[in-house]
């Protein structure tokens, strides 16, 4: 981030103006203004890189994209600050991102880097391959799960053992975790939930 300010007088005008700037994941941003005693007052904001207009809203890239650029399109729900490859790109609040410099015809690895996730969220894979054709915007979709992180203590109401490798279950049957030494963490997707577990066998 980088800031100039300046004051100068001009005739019988005096004049303040300032300038910043911010080289943001979505590409550099500017915004400037100045300040007369005349009661003048003027702004102006500059934005240099690309975007891609999507059914899921607007995705930002560091970079410009030209007619001919193969881009990734990567959806990952709520993995908020994962980056994005190799390039400075990350995924937004929307849930998108947008991987520049694509090599057409060619196999190219999308891959999140999950050390800069700024939510709770778990990523079913953080890498995969795609060949885009030039010019084309390849949509790349990662599988999340956006429930709340747990750690349980599993009792049986007979207070009996629970094996390792029991199933934990939601109301809905589905399994949310598996037993292990010690506590078991799990997702929850709502604040309050009824959880069961399941073993193989009789216990």
């Given at each position: 981030?980088?800031?100039t300010s300046?004051s100068?007088n001009?005739?019988?005008?005096n004049?303040?103006s300032?300038?910043?700037?911010?080289?943001?994941s979505y590409g550099p941003?500017?915004?400037s203004?100045?300040?007369?005693?005349?009661?003048?007052q003027q702004?102006?904001a500059?934005y240099?890189?690309?975007m891609?207009?999507h059914s899921g809203g607007?995705a930002?890239?560091?970079?410009s994209?030209?007619?001919?650029d193969?881009?990734?399109?990567?959806?990952?729900?709520?993995?908020?600050?994962a980056?994005?490859?190799y390039?400075s790109?990350e995924i937004?609040s929307?849930g998108?991102?947008?991987?520049?410099?694509?090599?057409?015809?060619?196999?190219n690895?999308?891959?999140?880097?999950?050390?800069?996730l700024?939510?709770d969220?778990?990523i079913?894979?953080t890498?995969?391959v795609t060949?885009?054709?030039?010019?084309a915007?390849?949509?790349?979709?990662?599988e999340?799960?956006e429930g709340?992180?747990?750690?349980?203590?599993?009792?049986r109401s007979?207070?009996?053992?629970i094996?390792?490798?029991?199933?934990?279950?939601?109301e809905?049957?589905e399994?949310?975790?598996?037993?292990?030494?010690?506590?078991?963490g799990?997702?929850?997707?709502?604040?309050?939930?009824?959880?069961?577990?399941?073993g193989?066998?009789?216990?």
């Amino acid at each position: 981030m980088s800031a100039t300010s300046s004051s100068g007088n001009y005739g019988n005008l005096n004049q303040v103006s300032g300038f910043g700037s911010l080289n943001s994941s979505y590409g550099p941003l500017g915004l400037s203004a100045s300040f007369g005693d005349d009661n003048s007052q003027q702004y102006s904001a500059s934005y240099s890189g690309g975007m891609v207009l999507h059914s899921g809203g607007v995705a930002f890239a560091p970079g410009s994209i030209g007619e001919t650029d193969a881009v990734a399109l990567v959806k990952a729900s709520g993995a908020q600050g994962a980056g994005l490859g190799y390039s400075s790109s990350e995924i937004g609040s929307s849930g998108y991102g947008i991987l520049p410099y694509m090599s057409a015809y060619r196999e190219n690895r999308v891959s999140l880097d999950i050390s800069t996730l700024e939510n709770d969220v778990e990523i079913k894979s953080t890498s995969t391959v795609t060949v885009p054709r030039s010019g084309a915007v390849v949509l790349v979709n990662f599988e999340t799960d956006e429930g709340r992180s747990l750690i349980l203590e599993l009792l049986r109401s007979d207070k009996g053992f629970i094996p390792l490798g029991a199933d934990v279950l939601n109301e809905k049957n589905e399994t949310v975790g598996t037993r292990r030494p010690g506590r078991t963490g799990v997702r929850a997707r709502r604040r309050t939930a009824r959880r069961t577990s399941r073993g193989v066998g009789q216990w």
